[in-house]
């Protein structure tokens, strides 16, 4: 039986807690940077810009603050080591989702905006590899610029897709010619000449990237640190346990961010806490959920071709439920290669409800593990499930939203709780946070900053009609158990 409407409901309204304490180790991670647990002797007492969080939002709020503000002062704080969170433990894959999604936006919000956010996702990804070469970081990020494989594993998710692609390229001429569209066929002959794919009812060729963010983002901060290091500090290993607000107070820090290491006191109060945003903002939670994902390193030895810098892969399926296991599939499998080794960082969701909308990557389920095991081979053709070496697994925690959207903006008082109004979010990347991260975070550094920002797609933003109808609980139980 899928899980029911009042068990989901549950579980997206939980308290996602804290980050866990002892994660599972990612294969990024396996050699820590020297700032993993890098904090100042003691914590700062003040900051004009306190931001919660080490992933990639938290570099680009970081990292646009202190270029374009130079008196202020800014200090991350970081529950773990540095980077430890989603963009550390991530797929690695640089592609954006907006022409599947184009049809679903546009019902949503008009063909204007869905324009807007398939530009902004595009956007962001030429700007994550400028970034890359900006910081010389090609060679230790393993940047590659290739073609993502999508294909469709059904007849009616291809053509799903296609219609979308048809009505993005009709509503918005400028877009046309992103997507090549590629028959079973062709998807097939790929896998005679360079071991494609098999089992693919159609698929479609996109420009897109894959990256090592680990080592990218360490590797910014630690660029950022030196040059900002009378103005600049990350606090590792520094949960933030909860924030107050004294409308009172007189002086530039109003906010005290209470933490393990004793308070910080501050002027503007950022949240890039993704997953775990509903355990500081509780108002948010159920409309902002944590979803737990699985990834696996498989070595296919000498069986397939090192395509690493040419090609990745998404799958697309209906989303699935097997009544016996309790195990929904849902929907998508993601594969990068190696360009140097040749081993598949592979990753999709297979597991119980309880085990996807799940805070907790201190474990992977082994059932998850096994089944990326089983399927990854199958789809180059190979037909023995454990073929392939398992080089390593982890397990990691995405911030999903209700409405599929991120959350990007001034918090307002009916959702901080407190009043001020200098609480800031961005959150919530839904599974796409390399197409978003980097200038959802610009743009919500510059708002903070005060400049007008009129290029982040609106249906971003945190205006009440988003947050009293398809920002809440009700939505994502709906959202969830549409998949379930
Ligand atoms: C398994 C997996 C595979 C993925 N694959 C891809 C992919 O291939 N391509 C893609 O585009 N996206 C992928 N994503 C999503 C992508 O990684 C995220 O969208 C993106 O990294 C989000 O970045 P962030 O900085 O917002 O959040 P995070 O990187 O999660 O950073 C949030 C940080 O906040 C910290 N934090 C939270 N609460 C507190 C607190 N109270 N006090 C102090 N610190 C706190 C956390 O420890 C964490 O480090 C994947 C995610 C996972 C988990």
């Known amino acids: 039986m899928a899980p029911n409407e009042e068990h989901v409901t549950k579980l997206v309204n939980a308290d996602p807690g804290l980050p866990r304490s002892n994660p599972t180790e990612s294969y990024w991670q396996h050699i820590p940077h020297p700032l993993a647990n ?39 704080l970081e ?64 940047m590659q610029r290739l073609h993502k494989l999508r294909v469709f594993l059904t007849a009616g998710k291809f053509s799903e897709f296609k219609e979308s692609i048809k009505r993005m390229e009709g509503d918005h001429p400028s877009l046309r010619g992103l997507y ?51 103005r600049f500090t990350i ?19 109003p906010y005290t ?30 409309s902002i959920h944590p979803f737990k994902g699985t990834m696996t390193v498989q070595d296919p030895g000498t069986l397939v071709p090192n395509q690493g810098k040419s090609v990745s892969w998404g799958f697309h399926y209906p989303p699935t439920h097997d009544p016996e296991t309790g195990r929904s599939g849902f929907g998508l499998y993601y594969l990068g290669q190696s360009a140097k080794t040749g081993y598949f960082y592979f ?12 805070a907790d990557d201190s474990f992977v389920g082994e059932n998850s ?8 081979p199958r789809f180059f053709g190979e037909n023995k499930s454990t073929a392939w070496k398992l080089v390593s697994s982890w397990s990691g925690i995405m911030g999903f939203s209700s409405d599929g959207l991120p959350l990007v903006g001034r918090l307002p008082s009916s959702i901080s709780g407190r009043s ?63 998949k379930l």
């Open 38 to 76: 890098t904090q100042s002797p003691t914590l700062p007492i003040e900051a004009n810009y306190a931001i919660i969080g080490s992933g990639i939002t938290g570099l680009s709020i970081a990292k646009t603050i202190l270029e374009k503000s130079p008196a202020a002062r800014v200090t991350i």
């Open 79 to 142: 529950a773990r080591t540095l980077c430890s969170g989603a963009t550390g433990r991530n797929g690695g894959q640089m592609a954006a989702n907006a022409g599947e999604e184009y049809m679903h936006l546009a019902a949503m919000h008009g063909p204007e905006m869905a324009g807007r956010i398939a530009k902004f996702t595009l956007r962001n990804l030429e700007r994550m590899q400028d970034l890359i070469e900006e910081y010389d970081a090609v060679g230790v990020s393993e």
């Open 180 to 230: 090549t569209i590629l028959d079973e066929q062709t998807v097939l002959k790929l896998s005679a000449q360079d071991f494609g794919i098999h089992g693919a009812a159609g698929g479609a060729l996109i420009p897109a990237g894959t990256v090592w963010p680990y080592s990218l983002v360490t590797k910014i901060f630690a660029d950022l640190l030196k040059k900002y290091s009378d």
């Open 235 to 253: 606090e590792t290993n520094t949960p933030v346990l909860d924030v107050g607000h004294d409308p009172k107070s007189t002086t530039p820090f």
């Open 257 to 286: 961010l209470r933490t393990s290491r004793g308070p910080l006191r501050a002027g503007n109060v950022i949240y890039a806490t993704n997953g775990y945003t509903g355990h500081l903002l509780p108002s948010l939670r159920g």
């Open 347 to 358: 990753g999709g969701e297979n597991a119980r409800v309880d085990d996807t909308i799940s």
């Open 369 to 376: 593990v096994s089944h990326l095991r089983d399927v990854l």
């Open 420 to 482: 001020g109004g200098r609480e800031w979010i961005a959150a919530a990347f839904n599974g796409y946070g390399m197409a978003n991260c980097l200038l959802s975070g610009e743009a919500l550094a510059l708002m903070a900053l005060g400049e007008r920002v009129d290029w982040l797609p609106g249906a971003y933003g945190l205006d009440e009609k988003r947050l009293g109808s398809v920002l809440t609980a009700p939505e994502s139980v709906k959202a969830l158990t549409a």
